[in-house]
């Protein structure tokens, strides 16, 4: 198993638009797709029906959900492939406008998969400090240090994680290693940690265990 835990640091830049609705009883998680580099958002809304679907992902300088396509009208679908390196959502709604009696899904993080040649030594986190890829090592040791990397760059920036939606589970826990793709692996990471400062927040607002 590939862990790669980042201990939190203070944000630098305020966020807004992080809570615009409840978290429901619904999942959203991302999809490998045959024969694509990127992954689709796939979504279940069965146990908290609405009419509209939109999916959303979190801007990393904005940090405002904005919108990725049209509204879908299915309570579980599967949406066209997404940009890696990005946080993502499905917000259910009773109107095509996306306004009424709204709720959200979980989050999931849809991988990033540059060539392997195209990835950095190191990427900066919010107090300035590098974080470090392993270069010699497999390209999915540095595929999953590099996403893990890219997550914390974006968490650095929101001052209340506790704002944020939960992360869907990955579908490998209680897997055996020996049956894990690497995939897996990167999910089962980004999850960790971006779990982990969740909850870290969710505690300092009296919110937590």
């Known amino acids: 198993m590939i862990k790669i835990l980042v201990?939190?640091?203070?944000a630098i830049a305020p966020g807004a638009g992080?809570?615009?609705?409840?978290?429901?009883?619904?999942t959203a998680e991302c999809v490998p797709q045959a024969n694509e580099s990127g992954c689709a958002i796939e979504w279940d809304f069965t146990r908290s029906p609405r009419a509209y679907f939109q999916v959303e992902y979190l801007d990393e300088?904005?940090?405002q959900w904005g919108a990725t396509g049209q509204p879908y009208e299915a309570?579980?679908?599967?949406?066209e492939p997404v940009e890696g390196a990005r946080l993502y959502r499905v917000r259910g709604c009773d109107d095509a406008a996306l306004q009424r009696n709204c709720v959200l899904s979980t989050v999931q993080w849809a991988i990033a998969r540059p060539a392997v040649e195209?990835?950095?030594?190191?990427?900066?986190?919010?107090?300035?400090?590098?974080?470090?890829?392993?270069?010699?090592?497999?390209?999915?040791?540095?595929?999953?240090?590099?996403?893990?990397?890219?997550l914390v760059q974006l968490l650095d920036r929101i001052p209340d994680l506790s704002r944020l939606p939960p992360m869907t589970p990955p579908r490998m826990a209680g897997t055996p290693l020996a049956d894990a793709r690497d995939d897996d692996q990167i999910v089962t990471g980004i999850y960790e940690n971006y779990t982990e400062r969740r909850r870290q927040a969710l505690r300092a607002d009296g919110r937590g265990e």
């Not at 201990?7 to 203070?10: E, F, L, P, S, Y």
């Open 118 to 150: 195209d990835i950095p030594g190191y990427l900066v986190d919010g107090n300035g400090l590098e974080m470090h890829i392993a270069k010699n090592a497999p390209e999915s040791v540095q595929l999953a240090q590099y996403n893990v990397y890219r």
């Open 18 to 26: 992080l809570n615009a609705a409840d978290v429901a009883d619904a």
């Open 61 to 63: 300088n904005s940090l």
């Open 7 to 10: 201990a939190a640091v203070a």
């Open 75 to 79: 309570l579980r679908t599967r949406s």
